[in-house]
């Protein structure tokens, strides 16, 4: 029987319009529909959905095909019913693995908490003797199966923070998942669950990245992370795609989704934070407002505006208007003195491109957007910063030698 045959088709264009009215998040469209979570799941066709930010506690999937679903911040438990459902391929499938192991073998819950408070180094010796095909010496996994062992491990990926055990379960990641499924299930878990958990997830990308770049699944993984809903995701992963050299792979694909719209507040943070890095005139040369403290955010120009002459010239205003201030508060007749004045013939626009040009050549991800568009610009910018840095090192050795010179 179709669904037509059982509702009136009045009902189902109403439902329809609704469900269009909402802004398609699966929360708001059961909300819509007034379905009921502990019934109307049963045995439902769930394919591929987007579960992002839904809270699915007390949710019935009893039966039902989650296959290929996905999310962020994605909220479910125990209370949650996943018996007799197909989650292959779904960011439930870790979980749910790792749930009936516990609830079959109390064993492993007692084993799970030891292997958190163990010393990184237990876990590293048996992760490099099991699977590196050793004899296994003395461990709390010594007596574990494979799969109980693989649930173990990718159970600390996603909730233990200690980076050396993080480094050494990412090195064999794909030992311990088996699978290429058993890994995209074990990423979106990761990510469905912990994607606020910036320092995770920027782990995540950066270890898992850099010891698997050339595994497509990871790295396809790491480029989704760059499209999150999350700003904060989204920076930390396009910085670990930086560092590890992702984002040079896919370079055409990621530059564009970089230069989008929704990522102009990455922009303008790794832009400022470099900016900071490099001293005052270069905030001022990146500021329209030329302020050095407290920078507004829609102050900080973007890529685009970097060497238009125009905001040069409102930066160079900012910042003659700054200097004129300051300088009044130490001359009590309110005019301007010649050690003033000399800093006005430092504020032309050359000199801004110049700053600018090395906070692009300082910034993360932008400096080899900047490598590649502007060549000249960026070769000449490195010169300046690393003579700059070699003089800095130079008055720092030469202060040392004077110190060791006094009686």
């Excluded at 199966?145 to 064999?172: G, H, M, R, S, V």
Aim: proline share 3%; glycine share 4%.
């Amino acid at each position: 029987m179709s669904l037509q045959e059982l509702l009136d088709p009045g009902e189902i264009e109403a439902a329809f319009e609704r469900v269009c009215n909402t802004s398609g998040d699966f929360s708001e469209a059961c909300v819509a529909l007034d379905l009921n979570p502990t019934r109307d799941f049963r045995f439902s066709n769930l394919q591929e959905v987007d579960f992002s930010g839904a809270d699915l506690r007390g949710f019935d999937f009893q039966g039902a095909d989650l296959s290929g679903s996905y999310g962020a911040e994605v909220i479910f438990d125990s209370s949650t019913n996943f018996d007799g459902a197909d989650l292959q391929g779904s960011c439930f499938a870790t979980y749910y693995r790792e749930f009936l192991l516990f609830k079959r073998d109390p064993l492993a819950g007692r084993m799970y908490r030891a292997l958190l408070e163990e010393d990184p180094f237990e876990i590293s010796t048996w992760l490099h003797q099991r699977y590196r095909n050793r004899r296994e010496s003395h461990s709390i996994l010594k007596n574990a199966n494979p799969e109980t062992a693989a649930i173990l491990c990718q159970k600390l990926l996603a909730d233990d923070i200690d980076l050396t055990k993080c480094t050494d379960l990412f090195y064999f990641l794909r030992s311990i998942t088996g699978s290429r499924i058993e890994l995209r299930e074990l990423m979106l878990s990761i990510f469905a669950q912990q994607s606020e958990n910036v320092s995770l997830i920027e782990k995540f990308a950066t270890v898992a990245s850099s010891l698997h770049r050339d595994d497509p699944d990871v790295r396809n993984f790491v480029i989704q992370l760059c499209a999150a809903k999350s700003p904060r995701v989204r920076k930390a992963a396009f910085k670990a795609s930086f560092n590890t050299g992702i984002f040079m792979q896919n370079f055409a694909k990621m530059r564009a989704q970089f230069l989008q719209a929704e990522n102009q507040s990455i922009r303008k943070d790794l832009i400022i934070e470099a900016a900071i890095m490099l001293g005052r005139q270069h905030v001022s040369a990146v500021n329209i407002a030329a302020e050095l403290d407290g920078v507004d955010a829609s102050d900080v120009l973007d890529l685009d505006e970097f060497f238009d002459a125009e905001i040069a010239r409102k930066i160079s205003a900012a910042m003659w208007k700054r200097a004129s201030a300051i300088q009044a508060r130490f001359d009590e007749k309110g005019k301007l003195k010649a050690k003033t004045q000399s800093v006005a013939v430092r504020l032309d626009l050359p000199s801004i491109f110049r700053w600018q040009e090395e906070v692009l050549s300082s910034a993360p991800v932008l400096k080899m957007i900047f490598a590649i568009d502007y060549p000249e610009r960026a070769t000449a910018a490195k010169s300046r910063l690393a003579a700059r840095k070699m003089r800095e090192q130079r008055a720092v050795d030469e202060r040392a030698r004077r110190s060791f010179r006094r009686p």
